[in-house]
């Protein structure tokens, strides 16, 4: 019994990807308006999909379709979604239609106020057409129930960031391109030797996720395991320490496929921690929970200080999404059901929120040609529609109450704080260090909000024009998620629970002795 | 002891595809001796390309037919099995592509004898002479290549060695650019080679010795019934291991490898660095898991030490490079070394091998051909002077001939093993195959198994650097106002680099055929 949803919803922008790119050259507009069709066809596929998730058949993975790939090796090319991946691929969905209506004109070359050409030029056809190749693996990385399929989409998917970004982005494109390349290639290479181990150890002959789940027992050997695969998902997220290559590639890609990098591909790796790391390795992960929450406090707390004191928007953002991470990070080790809960719908509304803002600095940015900060001032009384989305997006970027990143980064930090597992207390001071943040997070997004928006207007700001209807066509979708997630987020949890349940049982950490120490405290 | 000598017996139907390439290869020089010299290139051409269509033809009929000779043919000196007949079908196929592209204009010098740079060099230029003796000595090698990785004793395979060798060392000095360069690439390679087949016929002679056979199967069976740590065994072991090693260009025998690959011809190394690779792991399979499997114990923890050293070497030493082809030889180091660590991946069972040994023959397919295409299109990016061979001439190439620059960029990236590329699964069989033997149970060198398969991968990381490098310079750098012209490829080189990228692109999709392929081929194991 297979469902053939997953492999159409794949099948789709790849097509549309190899259609693009063989449009004959100067068809550029015809390039746009066929992404923006194929990509649109895939946000309704996955709403429709979405609608039909909790009547449709499947134990704890819906729409599941199985094929042999490659027999000599157990591989499948295996789909198949739960309620974690499934709010994650309409993540995808939604923000890829949106980031093409945004990068409309990012690949015709950008240009300071003064006229010097920052980016040149390029094939627009092929930026496009690797955005669609982009949604493609993203929705299979999200959907791959197979471990070696996971591997093969979680590595491809670098390469068309990896051009996206050295062929498009700003003046030192090349060298965040290598570093991001690198910094992951290196990752994804240690998960290949745990995928082997994992293979040979098991010795199931298959890469199939659900036949896998509770075969290592062995506690040593899951230490091995976890590491290699904890390692390139602690790369991709990025966790401290191992996260420099984000703001660099952040702050030089294309405000499109940044938007994409840090709101979807680098949901990986803390969905990779959530769904392989938990449930392969149960033992591994309850003994490295307290170094884990540790790096991700320590994430929390240093992404948001060196945010206060970046000068470009790009970079501020990113250091800002670092701090965020750590939060999912810390929910999802922290093992209870609103810890990981929250920090899967955190992952979600931290798309929106960082899309959003990332998506308004883009438009800034392509006003004045420049990144920092200091060159802006005033911007409310020119374009107040453009000042009013950014502020939107910042405030909930500082997690405002109504917003709907609020929801997430509450649950994540009760859900912690009153975890059953581990009753040391230590959850509870880790969750009380972390509430820091959320004062830090007012004085980055609103310090940056008062130096760019408000004051006296610059000189050359005086000439920006408010937003056009294309621009207010890719933001106003985003905030208006974002404030109904706000006040609503009831339909997404209501997906999300019971994965998260099902996630907790394989993790066993209902059985007596956690609860025997948790009831102790 | 009556005086009388029987006939061998000499199976000449197994025999036949190695019959024909030698026959052609005699047939080329009857050419040169007696066709007038308008004449021979077209007479080479297609004798050349037949012969070697032909024999791939043979070796297809004989898998077909599927039954192969449970011993040696030849009096036990030719083993002909699935793994031999697997490499006689990848030579052929290399050396058929390395042919098309060895027939382009302008690879080769118009008369070797000439000083480079007098006018002798001008005129033999302006009368359009040409070596065509260059058709009828590839024939030679790919013969030796052929014979090399199925001699089931080490005489014969000293001579395939040397059969296969010679006529390399004269190709690599026929270079019509840089000449002085190549000779200097042909003298090198000449004397250390040289010094690598007297090792290798040293260490035969302490084997034999000590087993008094050089029959492969006879030394296994000696290693059976006596000590192991006779010294004439340990001396020959480690002679015979320096000899086959030089070959495929493993630490701390890698030093030709730059300075002879940057010199030959194009077509010429990439003859090398695909033929004659696929042909010396092949070789080194037999002797160490044939003639030597049950001395494993002696031999494992040196020649890890020897493929964690050509990593590494291979993998650093490539990222200071600025010479595409030095880079390439690099690579084709370091690729040395994965595959040793495929060499190393047996089992107690003897079953069980035949998994690291389809692994083998795998990632052997897949590599060699992304090499030759390679190869065939760094020919194709020209300055004044022949060849760009600068990295720095390389920039902006994605902009200059973006599809060139992108089959180029898809190369490198199965060279540096990026998933959906052929690259990828050829690395990721050798690991697993690896990994595997290393947590077999009872076996003490299990973790140093894992450990090396991590250093191999720590490797290919910073290999990636360098290829990805190459990537960056060709599409994120601005191209030189006066960089580098392409020439218009000829059709032979057209067909080298669409056979190279099917193969590259096919087997990355979908690796199941050309897996159950080699999995078929190594199934028998080799034939003792």
Redesign the interface.
């Known amino acids: 019994m297979s469902s053939l949803w997953l492999p159409i919803l794949m099948a789709v922008p790849v097509l549309g990807a190899i259609v693009v790119a063989l449009l004959p050259k100067g068809s550029d507009k015809a390039a746009k308006q066929l992404t923006l069709a194929v990509s649109l066809v895939v946000l309704v596929l996955t709403l429709v999909m979405a609608f039909q998730f909790p009547s449709a058949s499947g134990e704890r993975f819906k729409f599941e379709a199985v094929y042999d790939?490659?027999?000599?090796?157990g591989v499948h090319f295996g789909v198949g979604v739960d309620g974690i991946a499934l709010v994650l691929i309409a993540l995808s969905a939604v923000l890829v239609p949106i980031v093409v209506l945004a990068s409309w004109h990012d690949a015709d070359g950008v240009r300071t106020a003064d006229g010097t050409l920052i980016t040149p030029k390029r094939?627009v056809k092929t930026y496009f057409s690797l955005l669609l190749v982009l949604e493609a693996m993203m929705i299979g990385v999200f959907a791959a129930t197979d471990i070696f399929l996971f591997?093969?989409?979680f590595?491809?998917m670098?390469?068309p960031m990896y051009?996206m970004i050295?062929?498009y982005g700003g003046a030192q494109?090349?060298y965040a391109?290598?570093k991001f390349?690198?910094y992951s290639?290196?990752g994804g290479?240690?998960m290949?030797?745990a995928v082997?181990?994992l293979?040979?150890?098991a010795g199931k002959g298959t890469f199939m996720f659900p036949e896998l789940v509770g075969v290592i027992q062995d506690p040593a050997t899951q230490k091995w395991l976890f590491a290699g695969f904890f390692i390139a998902f602690a790369i991709k997220a990025p966790l401290w320490p191992v996260h420099t290559w984000l703001p660099d590639a952040a702050a030089q890609a294309p405000a499109g496929a940044a938007v994409l990098l840090v709101g979807v591909l680098d949901k990986v790796g803390t969905f990779g921690m959530l769904r392989f790391c938990l449930e392969l390795f149960p033992e591994a992960a309850k003994a490295f929970t307290m170094p884990i929450v540790v790096l991700a406090v320590i994430s929390i707390i240093y992404g948001a200080i060196v945010a206060i004191g970046q000068t470009d928007m790009k970079r501020l953002i990113a250091y800002t999404s670092i701090s965020h991470f750590g939060f999912i990070v810390m929910g999802v080790f922290a093992m209870s059901q609103v810890s990981q809960a929250g920090a899967t719908l955190y992952m979600v509304n931290h798309g929106f929120a960082t899309g959003a803002l990332f998506l308004a600095a883009g438009f800034l940015i392509a006003r004045r040609g420049s990144p920092h900060i200091a060159d802006y001032g005033g911007v409310q009384k020119v374009a107040p529609l453009l000042a009013g989305y950014f502020l939107i997006a910042g405030l909930a970027g500082l997690s405002l109450p109504g917003l709907s990143s609020f929801v997430s980064e509450f649950m994540v930090m009760v859900g912690t704080y009153s975890s059953p597992a581990f009753g040391s207390g230590a959850l509870t001071v880790a969750a009380i260090v972390s509430a820091v943040a959320v004062i830090l997070a007012a004085v980055y997004i609103l310090w940056m909000v008062q130096r760019a928006l408000n004051g006296p207007t610059a000189e050359p700001v005086k000439a920006f024009k408010d937003l056009n209807v294309r621009e207010v066509a890719v933001l106003a979708p985003l905030v208006a998620l974002i404030i109904g997630f706000g006040f609503f987020p009831k339909p997404l949890l209501d997906v999300i629970n019971p994965a998260v349940t099902q996630t907790l049982v394989n993790v066993k950490v209902d059985n007596p002795a956690i609860a025997e120490k948790g009831a102790g405290q | 002891m009556n005086g009388v000598i029987e006939a061998p017996t000499i199976e000449y139907g197994a025999l036949a595809p190695l019959l024909l390439v030698f026959g052609a290869a005699v047939l080329g020089v009857l050419v040169e001796a007696f066709a007038p010299r308008y004449l021979r290139r077209a007479i080479h051409m297609p004798l050349t390309l037949l012969s070697l269509l032909g024999a791939f033809a043979l070796v297809i009929v004989t898998v077909v037919k599927g039954d192969l000779a449970e011993t040696a043919a030849a009096m036990g000196a030719v083993a002909i099995d699935g793994p031999a007949l697997f490499i006689w079908g990848v030579v052929l196929i290399l050396s058929a592509v390395c042919v098309l592209m060895i027939n382009d204009e302008g690879h080769f010098v118009a008369s070797a004898a000439a000083v480079p740079g007098s006018s002798e060099e001008e005129e033999a230029e302006a009368a359009g002479s040409e070596h065509t003796e260059i058709y009828p000595l590839v024939l030679f090698a790919v013969g030796g290549m052929m014979l090399f990785p199925a001699s089931n004793d080490l005489l014969t395979m000293f001579v395939a060695l040397e059969v296969m060798s010679l006529p390399l060392y004269l190709l690599c000095g026929l270079a019509r650019r840089r000449r002085l360069l190549s000779q200097e690439a042909s003298m090198k390679y000449f004397l250390l080679g040289a010094f690598s087949s007297a090792f290798f016929l040293y260490g035969a002679a302490m084997i034999y010795g000590f087993a008094g056979t050089v029959s492969l199967t006879g030394i296994s069976k000696a290693l059976g019934t006596s000590g192991l740590l006779d010294p004439l065994l340990m001396i020959g072991l480690a002679l015979l291991g320096v000899g086959l090693l030089f070959k495929i260009g493993a630490a701390p025998f890698q030093a030709w490898k730059p300075d002879v690959y940057q010199g030959a011809p194009t077509p010429i190394t990439a003859l090398m660095a695909s033929g004659t690779l696929v042909a010396a792991v092949g070789a080194v399979l037999r002797v160490f898991w044939v003639g030597l499997g049950n001395l494993d114990w002696n031999w494992r923890p040196v020649m890890w030490a020897v493929a964690a050293l050509t990593m590494i070497i291979g993998s650093v030493l490539a990222i200071t490079q600025t010479d595409i082809k030095r880079m390439l030889a690099y690579s084709s180091i370091a690729h040395a070394g994965f595959l040793l660590i495929g060499v190393m991946a047996t089992y107690d069972k003897a079953g069980q091998n035949s998994g690291s040994l389809s692994a083998i023959l795998f990632y052997l397919l897949v590599y060699s051909l992304t090499t030759v295409g390679a190869f065939a299109v760094v020919t194709l990016v020209r300055d004044p002077g022949g060849e760009a061979w600068h990295l720095s001439r390389w920039a902006g190439l994605g902009k200059r001939s973006p599809v060139l620059a992108g089959v180029f960029a898809f190369f490198l990236l199965a060279f540096a093993g990026i998933p959906l590329t052929s690259g990828f699964f050829g690395k990721y069989a050798v690991f697993t195959a690896a990994l595997g033997s290393g947590m077999e149970s009872g076996d003490s060198l299990g973790g140093w198994m894992t450990g090396l398969v991590v250093l191999g991968v720590v490797a290919s990381a910073v290999a990636a650097f360098f290829y990805v490098r190459v990537i960056v310079l060709m599409f994120f750098s601005e191209p030189a106002a006066d960089g580098p012209t392409i020439a218009v490829p000829s059709m032979g080189t057209v067909a080298v680099i669409t056979v190279a990228l099917l193969v590259t692109v096919g087997v990355g999709l979908f690796p199941q055929p050309v897996l159950d392929l080699a999995n078929q081929a190594a199934s028998g194991l080799f034939i003792r």
């Open positions: 790939w490659i027999p000599s090796f094939s591997y093969v989409f590595e491809a670098l390469i051009f050295g062929s494109r090349s391109a290598v390349l690198l290639l290196f290479l240690l290949l030797v082997i181990g293979y040979v150890v």
